[in-house]
């Protein structure tokens, strides 16, 4: 290193052997200050490793980043598949609840029909009694008095076949009803095992 050199006019004032003893303490005290250029390149160079490996880091998890967006895409894409099927799956359900509806709806239009078959076997029945009222109106007191017996039975039996009909009515009438419950059932379970089969994988 070179030796400082102070001024004529430092030297002048503070005196040769100040000014020498001045130089050489800040020599020393520079010299102990002063870092090398190895140390310098030894510094910088452990700098630049360390910039390297945060690098090589850095890379490290912006690769393990790009990995999971892939996984998550993925994933995404699956779920999509899968609400595309629970879409299709709603659809297919959708189809035999109309089913359903119609059959119910062919249901009881026959009912319906049966109904007016029964309303018109009671207006026969109307008709049969009105007729045999009338001709056992007409005649004499005698055949009325010969025919009463007769007429009772008659009433008797008619009673009786109104009470058939009303039984079959009603034997139709819970036939109907459990035959309603029985597909409301099956409409039941149908859904519940189509509900459960979308959660097992």
């Excluded at 079959?168 to 089969?197: K, N, Y």
């Amino acid at each position: 290193m070179m030796a400082v050199a102070l001024p004529e006019s430092v030297r002048n004032a503070w005196g040769e052997s100040v000014a020498r003893d001045f130089s050489a303490w800040f020599e020393a005290t520079l010299s102990e200050r002063t870092i090398s250029r190895q140390e310098l390149e030894a510094q910088f160079g452990e700098i630049r490793d360390a910039i390297v490996g945060l690098r090589s880091d850095m890379n490290e998890r912006f690769a393990a980043l790009d990995a999971r967006f892939l996984e998550l895409e993925g994933r995404f894409l699956e779920l999509e598949g899968r609400f595309d099927g629970l879409e299709r799956r709603f659809t297919v359900l959708e189809g035999r609840f109309d089913g359903l509806e119609r059959l119910f709806t062919v249901l009881e239009g026959r009912f319906d029909g049966l109904e007016r078959r029964f309303d018109g076997l009671d207006e026969r029945f109307d008709r049969t009694q009105a007729l045999f009222d009338q001709r056992f109106d007409s005649q004499s007191a005698e055949l009325a008095r010969r025919f009463d017996t007769q007429n009772d039975r008659l009433d008797a039996r008619f009673a009786r076949i109104d009470e058939r009909f009303e039984r079959l009515d009603e034997r139709l009438l819970v036939q109907m009803r459990w035959s309603i419950g029985i597909l409301a059932l099956f409409g039941s379970l149908i859904t519940v095992l189509l509900g459960a089969q979308t959660f097992l994988p």
